[in-house]
């Protein structure tokens, strides 16, 4: 399973657009990148996922260049509530058993 | 339309002690996860089952067993509980997804925090 590297904090202000950025050297010809948001004493969300290009939808845009080893989580104009753990994943969720290893994920905090 | 519950959402044991976490889904996925959560660590893999009847490990399957002995259920066991594993647990399911049609988001269950003294 492809290793995952994204940045341990952020810091933001509300308001603020929030790129978190996550590297994925090793990932294979079948594997789609999920991010997942995790608030405290919550289990983590399904935000987003993509294979290649860009990927919108109500919560955040996923943006993944063409050679795919590493992936970009924006977040438009974040509140307070934003305020969470962001996990970046590689996988194929087929031949490997589904199975998602999590890494540290990126502490993102938001301030007034 | 629950999504995924575990039971209970808290527990006190004594080490050595035994217990049963409860992974119940009303979603018909066919896999199922645990995982454990400990401070200013991510999450790690503990079992997982891609079946009805199967299991297999994860990353750190020791002083754990688990059962899936109906699809919907997904039992994870402490047989002799240990201080280490003082931690929050989290239960997923997804849906079986073959290459290239992805989409396997996981949804997560509330968590169970279990302290061992």
């Known amino acids: 399973l492809a290793k995952t590297t994204q940045p341990i904090s952020m810091d933001s202000y509300e308001g603020q657009e929030v790129n978190i950025t996550c590297s994925h050297n090793?990932?294979?010809?079948?594997?789609?990148i999920t991010w997942y948001q995790q608030f405290p004493s919550q289990g983590p969300r399904f935000i987003i996922q993509g294979y290649k290009t860009k990927v919108t939808n109500e919560v955040a845009s996923l943006f993944i260049p063409a050679d795919r080893k590493s992936s970009t989580l924006s977040l438009p104009r974040v509140s307070l509530s934003d305020t969470a753990v962001y996990y970046c994943?590689?996988?194929?969720?087929?031949?490997?058993?589904?199975?998602?290893?999590f890494g540290q994920g990126t502490e993102l905090s938001v301030k007034p | 339309n629950a999504g995924v519950t575990q039971t209970p959402k808290f527990r006190v044991l004594k080490t050595g002690q035994s217990m049963t976490l409860l992974c119940a889904q009303d979603m018909n996925h066919e896999y199922m996860y645990w995982y454990r959560q400990d401070p200013g660590m991510g999450l790690r893999l503990i079992h997982y089952s891609v079946g009805e009847g199967t299991t297999a490990k994860g990353e750190v399957p020791d002083g754990y067993n688990v059962s899936r002995l109906k699809k919907q259920n997904f039992l994870l066991g402490l047989e002799s509980a240990a201080p280490s594993q003082t931690s929050v647990y989290f239960c997923a399911s997804s849906y079986e997804t073959g290459t290239w049609r992805g989409n396997y988001g996981y949804t997560f269950g509330s968590g169970t925090r279990l302290t061992v003294v």
């Open positions: 090793n990932i294979a010809t079948n594997d789609y």
């Open positions: 994943l590689v996988g194929d969720g087929g031949n490997q058993g589904g199975k998602l290893i």
